[in-house]
T-cell receptor
């Protein structure tokens, strides 16, 4: 069974510090990888996507992908209280079904002032 | 980014009744839409893939006769929960990749269903 694994947390991060979130996936054929943020009772919102090995930066967020290790991570720099949410790692399993995502259980992040 | 509108955002229904949830892509066309379900403190689980003009594809363990999906146009998919029971109470979310640029799926606002 294909799986996407995340630590559930909660991950407590002081305001201004770096939050580091990890995700592993079992399907070696996975092609694209997404990080979503979800506030309680709300729908997920896309933070970043990454397709190629290496780092991808967007503002305070950096995604890192290592396909050989089947590992994707998200760094949040200068963490703010508004970053407190659940972060979902998602994997697109099939190149011919764009948008079909398998989600990890999510990591709850709590940024403390 | 593109907008996916989902209605209603919240619904309460009695056991045994049916509830219809709509998912619309407002400014793009989508031949495929996806329906997810999320129980409290759990992640999103894909229920089915909605295909415009053809039958939906259901994930293992999802009852197709209970969760009816209709994708009648390139901008609208509906999920009907038939003969709802309290255990169907959940957060239902749709998503749709844009037909011309399918690398990202856009999510609807979600529907909180409570069956009493």
């Amino acid at each position: 069974q294909k799986e996407v694994e995340q630590n559930s947390g909660p991950l407590s991060v002081p305001e201004g510090a770096i939050a580091s979130l990890n995700c592993t996936y079992s399907d070696r054929g996975s092609q694209s990888f997404f990080w979503y943020r979800q506030y309680s009772g709300k729908s997920p919102e896309l933070i970043m996507f990454i397709y190629s090995n290496g780092d991808k930066e967007d503002g305070r967020f950096t995604a890192q992908l290592n396909k050989a290790s089947q590992y994707v991570s998200l760094l949040i720099r200068d963490s703010q209280p508004s970053d407190s949410a659940t972060y979902l790692c998602a994997v697109n399993e099939e190149t011919d079904s764009w948008g079909k995502l398998q989600f990890g259980a999510g990591t709850q992040v709590v940024v403390t002032p | 980014g593109a907008v996916v509108s989902q209605h209603p955002s919240r619904v309460i229904c009695k056991s045994g009744t049916s509830v219809k949830i709509e998912c619309r892509s407002l400014d793009f066309q989508a031949t495929t839409m996806f329906w997810y379900r999320q129980f409290p403190k759990q992640s999103l689980m894909l229920m089915a893939t909605s295909n415009e003009g053809s039958k939906a594809t259901y994930e293992q363990g999802v009852e197709k006769d209970k969760f009816l999906i209709n994708h009648a146009s390139l901008t609208l998919s509906t999920l009907t929960v038939t003969s709802a029971h309290p255990e169907d109470s959940s957060f239902y979310i749709c998503s749709a990749p844009e037909l011309l640029n399918p690398t990202e799926a856009f999510f609807g606002q979600g529907t909180r269903l409570t069956v009493v």
